[in-house]
């Protein structure tokens, strides 16, 4: 058995944890490249936990970097199947973030970069327990190949509202994926809003920061004395 995920955390703000954000890295990173965004957040969200695991896997084309699933864009349905076997591993490190804080499933939210959204996607879809909200910055809405539409519903357990954000000169995952995405998912009745981010590639700007930090303000449970 692989060993299971780990990665820096940080502490709340003020007080004991009232709400759970967990950052998914992208394809190469690990999770310090993320947990820096939990400190950009931390006025917004005084109460949250932040936590970055890193993915389980040794990244192919990056030596010290890591992979949630390989990606050698030789099979068209490799991403699919990469969602697929990475997620139970993911959904036990949720379930465990959550009983160490002692917070339920709806105290979660999940923010996912490039591979990270993908999985944040996936996973966060299909939790016996919706999520609060999930962010995504960079990222694609995985689907099979030859996709079955209703069986795919099927498969859809929780619906949280989703904040995707994209930059609009993105040359390794063009922003037409968010479009794709955002149609994908509100076929799904799932309540989706988006963010273009003028000028800028495969990365997060300041202005995607503040989106995705006043997003989750709005959407995690509030807080209470």
């Known amino acids: 058995m692989a ?85 139970p591993m993911l959904d036990r490190f949720l379930d465990a973030e959550l009983a160490r804080r002692s917070l339920p499933p709806s105290a979660l939210a999940l923010v996912g970069f490039s591979q990270g ?13 919706s999520p609060a909200a999930i962010v995504g910055y960079s990222g694609l809405f995985v689907v099979p190949e030859k996709v079955d539409p209703e069986a795919f519903a099927n498969d859809i357990r929780a619906r949280p509202p989703i904040l995707l954000v994209h930059g609009d000169r993105d040359d390794l995952i063009p922003m037409q994926a968010l479009f794709h995405a955002s149609q994908a998912l509100a076929s799904l009745d799932i309540p989706v809003e988006w963010h273009l981010s003028a000028g800028i590639g495969h990365g997060i700007d300041e202005d995607g920061l503040r989106h995705g930090g006043e997003f989750l303000a709005r959407r995690l449970p509030a807080a209470r004395m």
């Open 117 to 129: 959204t993908m999985m944040a996607l996936h996973v966060g879809l299909r939790r016996a327990a």
């Open 3 to 87: 060993a299971e995920l780990d990665g820096p955390r940080l502490e709340p703000r003020t007080g004991a944890a009232r709400q759970l954000v967990v950052f998914l890295h992208g394809y190469g990173a690990d999770g310090n490249d993320l947990i820096d965004v939990g400190r950009a957040w931390q006025r917004l969200l005084p109460h949250a936990a932040f936590v970055s695991p890193h993915a389980p896997e040794p990244c192919g084309q990056a030596p010290v970097g890591r992979q949630w699933f390989p990606l050698t864009m030789r099979d068209p349905e490799e991403r699919w199947l990469g969602v697929n076997k990475a997620a």
